[in-house]
């Protein structure tokens, strides 16, 4: 999507006015309405998102990342480790009428990150770090459906559809507070500041929830056990100690998340009593 600045004020003839004239401002306001519409859609659960982005735009950032990083981080060669990572992530993949044969699944080797990702472009990667914390199958496979959760629900296209919005609604707020001779290093600070705290930060904190019910539904109905994402979140409080404020953080709390997830339980291990098997992986 490409923008193109213009001058609004050579849209007429008449000098340049002091503020945006209201025909400069139906124009900026029906832009961006359009962009809203254009890219309405439903997320797994029946949230309503932005998404302006095709799927093959966001497979090809996702590949880009994928392969960067494989450049920069070592790739644990450990047989046992990749089998089973592989293993559970196949389980889900499937579950989730994925392809696992279409998927490259990479275990990366940094002992000290806690950390996993599904990107776009059909990328898992698995830090070892979370290994020590996921310390068996069914809590690796609430991290790891967390994460197809996010890709499920296309969170990515979401996440940079919401920032180029905001940006653009800050632009054309501080465009005309600059004609107002409004404009200050300060406002200008406090609205960008408010838009990533009133905006961006909450935005990302519903998708970490909802992909924790994605993952926690879909765990399930592969063969986990949903309450091992109870545990696995416990051991990451133990693991993790104090974080910033909840309203200062792209993620919930642990204690939020696990009162989400508790609040699903009943569903999930309906789920997990009808799954037809529970997946047996080799050990680490």
């Known amino acids: 999507m490409t923008f193109i600045m213009v001058n609004p004020w050579r849209l007429n003839d008449q000098a340049e006015p002091r503020g945006l004239s209201l025909r400069v401002r139906l124009m900026l306001a029906i832009l961006l309405v359009s962009a809203f519409l254009s890219g309405c859609s439903v997320s797994p659960t029946g949230r309503n998102q932005l998404t302006l982005y095709s799927e093959d735009t966001m497979a090809q950032q996702g590949s880009q990342s994928f392969e960067e990083m494989k450049q920069q981080l070592p790739i644990s060669q450990d047989t046992k480790i990749n089998r089973n990572v592989q293993c559970v992530a196949e389980a889900l993949l499937k579950t989730a009428e994925l392809k696992p044969v279409e998927w490259e699944i990479v275990v990366f080797d940094q002992p000290d990150t806690v950390n996993a990702f599904a990107l776009p472009g059909r990328k898992i990667g698995v830090y070892t770090g979370l290994l020590d914390v996921a310390k068996t199958d069914d809590q690796l496979a609430a991290v790891v459906g967390h994460e197809i959760g996010h890709v499920?629900?296309?969170?990515?296209?979401?996440?940079?559809?919401?920032?180029?919005?905001?940006?653009?609604?800050?632009?054309?707020?501080?465009?005309?507070?600059?004609?107002?001779?409004?404009?200050?290093?300060?406002?200008?600070?406090?609205?960008?500041?408010?838009?990533?705290?009133?905006?961006?930060?909450?935005?990302?904190?519903?998708?970490?929830?909802?992909?924790?019910?994605?993952?926690?539904?879909?765990?399930?109905?592969?063969?986990?056990?949903?309450?091992?994402?109870?545990?696995?979140?416990?051991?990451?409080?133990?693991?993790g100690g104090d974080g910033p404020p909840q309203f200062l953080s792209t993620h919930p709390s642990n204690e939020s998340r696990i009162e989400g997830l508790e609040s699903h339980m009943d569903e999930a291990m309906a789920l997990y009593r009808e799954a037809a098997h529970h997946p047996q992986c080799p050990a680490r």
């Not at 296309?154 to 632009?171: K, P, Y």
């Open 152 to 239: 499920l629900a296309h969170h990515g296209n979401e996440r940079v559809s919401t920032t180029m919005i905001t940006q653009a609604g800050l632009a054309i707020l501080l465009i005309g507070l600059q004609t107002q001779d409004m404009n200050s290093p300060e406002l200008t600070a406090a609205l960008t500041g408010g838009a990533q705290i009133g905006i961006i930060l909450p935005f990302s904190r519903a998708h970490e929830s909802e992909a924790d019910t994605i993952g926690l539904l879909l765990m399930a109905r592969a063969g986990f056990d949903p309450k091992a994402s109870v545990v696995l979140w416990q051991n990451m409080s133990q693991a």
